[in-house]
């Protein structure tokens, strides 16, 4: 069916939604907009080519997964976790990842393995290249992918959305070069997988978050000012 030059369907305006949604996602995980960077939607909905209301509509579906916080006359900010909401996020995520191990091993199978493996060398070359946004992305994918393992949605979808709130918090109170976690650990947890030693498999991923937790330093750098036309631009198009 045909559409008039210049009118957008229902489908059209939801694949552009989501468009954004993603971008902005990916740009806050991947440390491109710092916790406290303003997300006003004058400069976002120029930048997008769409209305401030499709914008407010993709601030809301953020705030709802608590990556961004919007507040009445001050606008939409990225989410700065404080330090005790830093620590339950890796807590929560210490005691769900840990106690869905069992039911990981129940249904691990060598394919499996293998996918880890290859987010581990995917992750190390992101490390040694010093490509902070891949080394995220990996860290992150390696913790989803292992829980998605055991076949519970859910739970997926649940550390899924704390690993991007994780993210959040070593933006905010990580070392200057603190991407992820630690590919060594990754490595050591792939081995108790392989051998299912359920008692150091938990230990180890245990032990895992409380590393992370005491490398957080808890003292906030500054805020940076994100240029909005350089991150969601089109490429050549401000050069």
Do not use: Y
């Not at 590393?211 to 969601?232: K, V, Y």
Request: aromatic share 6%.
């Amino acid at each position: 069916m045909n559409h008039p030059a210049g009118l957008q369907t229902p489908s059209d305006l939801e694949d552009k939604e989501n468009f954004i949604w993603q971008s902005l996602m990916t740009a806050i995980v991947e440390h491109q907009l710092p916790p406290g960077s303003k997300l006003p939607e004058e400069a976002l909905a120029e930048v997008f080519g769409v209305s401030r209301t499709g914008i407010r509509k993709v601030l809301t579906r953020l705030a709802t997964v608590q990556m961004i916080t919007m507040a009445p006359r001050r606008g939409a900010f990225v989410a700065n976790p404080g330090v005790e909401e830093s620590k339950a996020i890796f807590t929560t995520r210490k005691m769900i990842e840990c106690a869905n191990l069992a039911q990981v091993l129940e249904h691990l199978q060598p394919p499996h393995l293998a996918g880890l493996e290859k987010i581990i060398a995917q992750e190390e070359e992101a490390h040694h290249s010093h490509d902070g946004a891949a080394a995220i992305r990996h860290s992150a994918a390696f913790h989803i992918q292992l829980q998605a393992i055991s076949g519970n949605a859910v739970v997926t979808d649940i550390i899924t959305t704390l690993a991007q709130r994780s993210s959040l918090v070593i933006a905010a109170w990580g070392a200057p070069w603190q991407r992820g976690c630690r590919c060594d650990d990754h490595d050591h947890l792939i081995t108790l997988l392989r051998n299912k030693d359920l008692p150091a498999l938990s230990h180890t991923m245990s032990h895992h978050f409380d590393n992370i937790l005491s490398s957080l330093r808890f003292e906030r750098s500054g805020e940076t000012l994100p240029d909005f036309a350089r991150l969601f631009g089109t490429p050549g198009e401000h050069e």
